[in-house]
């Protein structure tokens, strides 16, 4: 995937005009400085031990109980997703679990499943939470504050209602005890603490209303300087996601110079001439499964009022759960599904996505505010 958006990406650059490309560096310059300091971040964690060690305490703290488990584990998916990212969680999160269902001896797909779709449908709360909200924040002119306040109530449904969905399709699965696992043992408990500090300073810098880039990139860095300090700088080398960062470029290059190709006007047609919020976000969540859900959220917010971006994102973020192709995440989440010895079940994702989706796009606008 990244070396086709690569390709087609260098091409798109010579397609754009020099205004072109400095307005598109200059929008899309602090999403790549945050899509790398957080996924550093994110990274150092992980090797760190963070992420094993919050499996871990979910593990202790659901007692032998299957189900208690299993919401404990969504609770950590969705956190990663809304602090570090979707395609984060896709990545660092899909082997912990499936890790930890096998440890207790019950089936690793209804966990892996759980961190497909709260990586998906939870990343609306905070701009960190995926692309899609860095681009609407600046194009609504919003603080990181502003754009909480603005969305946490369709975030909060959609990962309820998310939530409520798996527990029902797999309670049966669910039910009854399983045995516990022996408690683990941090190989570094200085530099767990590091990186856990680093975290929590990227936490408050995203309170106290700091730029999503700032934050994440003094949070990186303090998390850099623990590794070394630590004696890690070998394992470092490989952390720059040079590979995502193509893709990223690539799809914005390569919507730009196709938008005025014709694009632009077909979505403009499928939108209709004045389309309600609910429209403008099935038709996003539509796009997203047919295209990938940053295409389509750069696609269709040129054509929709600034007010109805919200709702964009509520398609673009939540609707993508039903083709494979339809989020970087869920590719992600697939190779690692494999790469873990499991078989990603299509036919159920696709099923269960399909009927999931809608649900989650009615939800989530009926809890839009008014303004």
């Given at each position: 995937m990244w070396k086709g958006f690569g390709a087609t990406g260098l091409i798109a650059a010579f397609l754009l005009s020099a205004g072109e490309r400095t307005a598109l560096a200059q929008r899309v310059g602090p999403v790549l400085v945050f899509l790398v300091a957080v996924t550093v971040l994110a990274d150092i964690a992980a090797l760190a031990g963070v992420f094993d060690a919050l499996a871990a305490a979910a593990t202790r703290a659901g007692r032998g109980h299957t189900r208690w488990l299993f919401v404990l584990l969504m609770v950590l998916a969705t956190g990663t997703t809304i602090l570090f990212s979707l395609d984060t969680t896709a990545v660092l999160v899909t082997p912990i679990v499936i890790a930890v269902a096998r440890s207790i001896?019950?089936?690793?797909?209804?966990?892996?499943?759980?961190?497909?779709?709260?990586?998906?449908?939870?990343?609306?709360?905070?701009?960190?939470?995926?692309?899609?909200?860095?681009?609407?924040?600046?194009?609504?002119?919003?603080?990181?504050?502003?754009?909480?306040?603005?969305?946490?109530?369709?975030?909060?449904?959609a990962i309820g209602v998310t939530m409520l969905a798996?527990?029902?399709?797999?309670?049966?699965v669910l039910a009854g005890r399983h045995r516990m696992p022996p408690r683990p043992q941090p190989h570094d408990r200085v530099f767990l603490v590091g990186a856990g500090l680093a975290i929590a300073c990227f936490v408050a810098l995203l309170a106290a209303n700091a730029t999503p880039a700032l934050a994440a990139g003094i949070?990186?860095?303090?998390?850099?300087?623990?590794?070394?300090?630590?004696?890690?700088?070998?394992?470092?080398?490989?952390?720059?996601?040079?590979?995502?960062?193509?893709?990223?470029?690539g799809m914005f290059l390569t919507v730009a110079a196709v938008a005025d190709l014709?694009?632009?006007?077909?979505?403009?047609?499928?939108?209709?001439?004045?389309?309600?919020?609910?429209?403008?976000?099935?038709?996003?969540?539509?796009?997203?499964?047919?295209?990938?859900?940053?295409?389509?959220?750069?696609?269709?917010?040129?054509?929709?009022?600034?007010?109805?971006?919200?709702?964009?994102?509520?398609?673009?973020?939540?609707?993508?759960?039903?083709?494979?192709?339809?989020?970087?995440?869920?590719?992600?989440?697939?190779?690692?599904?494999?790469?873990?010895?499991?078989?990603?079940?299509?036919?159920?994702?696709?099923?269960?996505?399909?009927v999931l989706a809608p649900l989650l796009i009615v939800s989530s606008v009926l809890a839009l505010p008014s303004a």
């Open positions: 001896d019950v089936p690793a797909w209804p966990f892996a499943l759980a961190v497909l779709w709260l990586a998906n449908t939870g990343s609306l709360l905070l701009p960190v939470s995926n692309l899609t909200n860095l681009l609407a924040m600046h194009g609504l002119g919003l603080a990181t504050h502003d754009y909480t306040v603005r969305m946490w109530r369709p975030a909060l449904v798996l527990l029902l399709l797999f309670r049966r949070a990186a860095g303090l998390a850099l300087a623990v590794a070394v300090v630590r004696g890690h700088p070998s394992q470092l080398r490989s952390l720059f996601p040079w590979r995502l960062i193509v893709t990223t470029v014709g694009l632009r006007g077909l979505v403009m047609h499928l939108l209709g001439g004045h389309p309600t919020a609910l429209a403008v976000a099935a038709g996003s969540a539509a796009l997203a499964n047919v295209l990938n859900n940053l295409p389509a959220y750069l696609l269709v917010e040129q054509v929709v009022p600034h007010a109805q971006l919200p709702a964009v994102l509520l398609g673009t973020n939540l609707g993508p759960i039903v083709l494979p192709w339809a989020s970087l995440a869920t590719l992600l989440w697939a190779e690692r599904v494999r790469r873990a010895g499991e078989q990603v079940q299509w036919r159920t994702v696709m099923f269960a996505g399909a």
